[in-house]
């Protein structure tokens, strides 16, 4: 059950009216009935996964409690480590067994050693990579004493399992989420009709233009070898656009839906291709996920505490996991790494966080270099995106090479029977509303909000693509 | 909570006037213009005369080469179209028949088409304009699981086929840019491409007794059109082609000409002839055919 699918489009009304005219009493009513909605949401994918999700949040609530009852810190680290590894070995076997088999059987056989791996073809369950991160945030908060123990199983079920985050985040802090799950929810007009704006914003960010984008993206990456430099550049920018509608879109579309049920989830996205670095850039694109790396892998190990060297270190060790944690390819890993390369300079000149204000635009030489630091970051963006795209290493390879050789600048006629340029104008528009629209959540509301919502709505129906159907990006990983 | 219903249903009218609005500006461009497509000539043709109707799917577009018969004197159209099904193809004489259209000999492909009864989405599309104007289309996508929705929820069709009768189309409908499909009167000519995959597997091909084809041999009675049916050729490298004779077996009046071409140089893909081949094929038909 897609968030851009009619049998979504039946199943939050249901939840909606069941949450707040039946089972409206308290907020232990309120919580069993978007749990079990929680549960029949993911079990549209595939039912025998649930069992896997039941025992993930079974295991972190009582281990969580287990550690804050134990008296020592070695039973502490004992019942954290045993967690942590129960976990990540889920997500070991089910993500990364096939890909780390193969990757030592072609190692040895670059050696001249003939092997055969084992490989268990499993299929991934959805949303495994989100929910695990989801429960560990929860556990190490309680081993470092941030927070207490939950003890209320349901509330902690809700934590886990909420619909609208449940699949491709964003990920929660227990921190955030548990307060409000913890109290009964009343009905705000206001929250809810922000949050229906939000969600129409989500699909025309995701119907409209990653939709759009992605069958140029798919015409030009499928075809790269026969494609000129134009064609390769505009394939580059399309399939950014492409990521960035679809995963903003789903982000959206799941805090406006949370919102509907009066919680609000993290913000995940800020308007991420007007940043004038990467680092800013990493602060603005998937925030709940970087905000995770940085709280739970970089800080731990050292953060900038201990010198530049450290610092390096631990920022190429976040960005390379970061780079794994999106799928068990070494294109990801490289993308990982391309990211850590271009941080590097301003972690060296002590730069990363320089552009932590908001744009400030106006008629001088200032603004321009703005808008050339814009550019220069979504064009070094674009271009580790290729890797994040590409099938495989040969690939992405081929695709820049191409790009960077062919010197030929003419209009193609595509394998989706378009030309390559046809695309930019609406690109160029969707640009344009972020930008006039980049100090809110959203552009629909505030001042003439309905002629907003029906140029939407009419961009939806008339701009939309429906029979070229395309899954959300980030439910793979 | 009053005022939030009333805000979502407010939504819902402007969903459902949006609808309406999309579906009415859509329907009035896109069922005038009668030069981007093959539906839409026939839709909005006049009654018209010709000696030979080419008929089927893109094996009949790419392999009919209209000019050589005009040059017999044969005034001649192929009106095949690519990805097309006999239940589109069946739809499209009907129309023809219906417009007043006096024609001699159509000229039929039926070789794979004949594997399957549905429709094909692509060209099936390009009937959605003239959904609600014309009874004969109304009747014959009728049984169509999704016909309900197509028919009366308004501007679901356009949504549903929007590659073929999307935005796009309207738009270029709008601005009369004009495509390449009714060129060299219908004929699509094929280059010569040495990179294509010369094989092809067509095992599990299966031929029907076709509704289809039956109700196209009907038409062509009632109406006193002479039916030639054919087979076009098809690369060396193929496996499964006792399909064909599968096809003779089951209708002795198919006539077998699958094997009339071969070599790779006269192919532009496995099962689509390039220029050189088609011309070739075209002339054997028009000798064995046309000249008797």
């Not at chain 1, 056989?109 to 092997?115: A, K, P």
């Not at chain 1, 944690?325 to 002590?350: C, D, E, M, R």
């Not at chain 2, 799917?57 to 050589?68: D, I, K, Y």
């Amino acid at each position: 059950m897609f968030f851009n699918s009619l049998s979504f489009a039946i199943f939050l009304p249901i939840v909606f009216l069941l949450y707040w005219f039946v089972f409206h009493k308290n907020k232990t009513t309120q919580n069993t009935v978007l749990i079990v909605a929680s549960y029949y949401f993911y079990s549209c994918w595939d039912w025998r996964f649930l069992f896997l999700l039941v025992f993930s949040t079974l295991l972190d609530f009582f281990s969580a409690i287990m550690m804050e009852n134990s008296t020592s810190d070695k039973k502490r680290k004992f019942w954290l480590w045993i967690t942590i590894g129960i976990n990540l070995g889920f997500l070991g076997v089910f993500k990364y067994y096939d890909f780390f088999a193969q990757s030592f059987a072609d190692l040895l056989h670059s050696f001249g050693f003939q092997t055969n791996p084992v490989l268990l073809k499993l299929i991934l369950p959805v949303g495994i990579s989100f929910y695990t991160f989801h429960g560990l945030s929860y556990v190490i908060d309680i081993y470092y004493k941030r927070i207490t123990a939950e003890r209320n199983f349901i509330d902690y079920s809700l934590f886990v399992s909420y619909f609208p985050l449940l699949v491709a985040g964003p990920i929660e802090r227990a921190t955030h989420l548990l307060p409000q799950v913890k109290i009964k929810r009343h009905f705000n007009l206001q929250k809810a009709k922000e949050g229906v704006y939000q969600i129409i914003w989500g699909l025309v960010k995701k119907v409209v233009i990653a939709d759009s984008c992605a069958t140029y993206a798919n015409a030009v990456f499928d075809n790269y070898e026969t494609m000129n430099s134009l064609s390769l550049i505009l394939g580059a920018v399309y399939f950014a656009f492409q990521i960035y509608g679809d995963f903003s879109g789903y982000s959206d579309i799941a805090l406006g839906t949370s919102k509907l049920f009066g919680i609000d989830l993290l913000k995940n996205f800020n308007y991420p291709y007007f940043s004038r670095d990467i680092a800013e850039f990493w602060r603005r694109w998937h925030i709940s996920l970087s905000s995770w790396f940085r709280d739970y892998l970089y800080i731990p190990l050292g953060g900038s505490k201990g010198g530049m060297w450290m610092k390096v270190r631990n920022t190429f060790i976040i960005f390379l996991v970061s780079g794994f944690w999106h799928g068990a390819n070494w294109t990801y890993i490289v993308w990982g790494l391309i990211n850590a390369i271009y941080f590097l300079p301003l972690l060296l000149q002590n730069k990363n966080r320089s552009n932590m204000g908001e744009i400030e635009m106006g008629w001088n030489v200032s603004s321009l270099k703005t808008i050339f630091n814009i550019l220069l970051t979504f064009g070094l963006t674009s271009l580790a995106w290729i890797f994040f795209r590409a099938k495989n290493m040969t690939e992405a390879i081929g695709y820049i090479q191409k790009m960077i050789t062919d010197f030929h600048f003419n209009s193609q006629y595509l394998s989706n029977e378009r030309y390559n340029f046809e695309l930019l104008f609406l690109v160029l528009v969707f640009v344009g509303v972020e930008w006039f629209n980049r100090s809110k959540i959203e552009p629909l509301s505030g001042k003439a909000s309905w002629a907003k919502v029906a140029i939407a709505i009419m961009a939806l129906m008339a701009l939309g693509v429906y029979s070229d159907y395309k899954e959300f990006i980030y439910f793979q990983f | 909570m009053k005022q939030f219903l009333l805000f979502i249903g407010k939504i819902l009218l402007l969903l459902l006037l949006s609808a309406f609005a999309l579906d009415f500006i859509y329907t009035t461009v896109l069922a005038q213009s009668e030069t981007r497509n093959k539906v839409e000539n026939v839709m909005n043709s006049k009654p018209q005369n010709y000696d030979v109707i080419i008929l089927g799917t893109s094996r009949a577009n790419n392999h009919f080469v209209s000019e050589l018969f005009e040059k017999e004197g044969l005034r001649t159209f192929n009106y095949g179209m690519s990805g097309a099904h006999l239940f589109e193809t069946s739809l499209l004489l009907k129309l023809m028949v219906e417009r007043g259209w006096h024609i001699k000999s159509i000229l039929l492909e039926t070789d794979l088409n004949l594997s399957n009864e549905k429709r094909d989405d692509g060209t099936f599309g390009r009937f959605m304009p003239f959904m609600h104007s014309s009874k004969t289309i109304t009747e014959h996508f009728k049984n169509e699981s999704d016909f309900t929705a197509l028919y009366y929820v308004p501007f679901y069709r356009y949504i549903q086929f929007d590659a073929k009768v999307g935005f796009r189309a309207w738009y270029k409908t709008l601005i009369n840019e004009p495509t390449n499909i009714l060129h060299h009167n219908g004929y699509y000519p094929l280059g010569y491409n040495p990179k294509a995959n010369m094989k092809n597997n067509i095992e599990n091909l299966v031929p029907l007794r076709n509704r289809y084809f039956e109700e196209i041999k009907q038409i062509c009675k009632a109406n006193n059109i002479n039916l030639i049916t054919v087979t076009t050729p098809m690369c060396t490298n193929v496996k499964g082609m006792d399909y064909f004779k599968k096809v003779k077996a089951m209708y002795p009046e198919i006539k077998e000409y699958e094997h009339i071409v071969e070599g790779d140089e006269y192919f532009s893909s496995c099962g689509h002839l390039n220029d050189k081949g088609a011309r070739l094929y075209t002339k054997k038909i028009i000798d064995d055919l046309f000249k008797k």
